[in-house]
């Protein structure tokens, strides 16, 4: 079965740390890639998405994440997290053209 | 531009009640999804509606739920009878096309089943 794999439940960086959260899928036709964010609070939003072309995408707030297809990956990376990144990050990823199916998450607490 | 709207917000419930949620995506969104998100999982897709016909709905319990979108705009997720499995955080999203588009989220309704 199509499965999401999310590596780390729990992150806690400090401020300037560097950040990498791993996201794999089980499915080897096409697919488009998306990691969406939930800020305390706040609804679900799309943070970066990957369809085709240049495998490294970049998003809002200074993330970017690269799609290694040989490794089924689509790791999320930060240089340099922020208090505000404090959210949970969900790894999404379209197969058929049509299903959705999200990883488990991955919580990130930034200590100031 | 207005989100994707549901209501309730909250709702506890015994089990073997019913229960209704209601979504308005955002205009002109003709791809419509309800999820399903028990406490520390992801979401999980119930159901996908393109315009007023069912693209997916694979993983929806179908002896207890059920959803409608009659006239391609908003739509009504039902659960009757609710089980103590059943709570969870109901999400709606709403995007441009098929799935391959941006899905812009609702609040969520949180089902509490006692």
């Known amino acids: 079965a199509q499965s999401v794999s999310q590596h780390n439940h729990h992150v806690i960086l400090s401020e300037a740390a560097s950040l990498e959260l791993g996201c794999n899928y089980s499915?080897?036709?096409?697919?488009?890639l998306f990691w969406y964010v939930q800020y305390p609070g706040q609804h679900l939003q799309l943070l970066l998405k990957?369809?085709?072309?240049?495998?490294l995408v970049k998003g809002i707030k200074g993330f970017e994440a690269e799609f290694i297809k040989s490794k089924f990956s689509f790791n999320l990376r930060k240089p340099s997290v922020q208090w505000s990144d404090t959210a949970e990050y969900f790894c999404a990823v379209t197969i058929g053209g049509f299903k959705t199916i999200f990883g488990a998450g991955t919580r990130l607490f930034v200590k100031a | 531009e207005a989100g994707v709207a549901q209501s309730p917000r909250y709702k506890i419930i015994e089990k073997r009640q019913s229960v209704a949620f209601w979504c308005n995506p955002i205009?002109?969104?003709?791809?419509l999804y309800w999820y399903q998100q028990i406490l520390g999982q992801g979401p999980k897709l119930l159901i996908q509606?393109?315009?007023?016909?069912?693209?997916?709905d694979s993983q929806l319990p179908k002896d207890r739920f059920s959803a409608e979108r009659l006239k391609g705009v908003d739509s009504t997720l039902k659960i009757q009878p609710a089980k103590l499995e059943d709570s969870a955080v109901y999400l709606c999203?709403?995007?441009?096309?098929?799935?391959?588009?941006?899905?812009?989220f609702g609040p969520g309704t949180r089902l509490t089943v006692l």
């Open positions: 509606f393109q315009n007023n016909g069912v693209v997916d």
């Open positions: 499915y080897g036709g096409t697919v488009n």
């Open positions: 990957y369809f085709s072309g240049d495998p």
């Open positions: 205009s002109g969104h003709a791809t």
């Open positions: 999203a709403s995007s441009l096309e098929l799935s391959t588009d941006t899905q812009y």
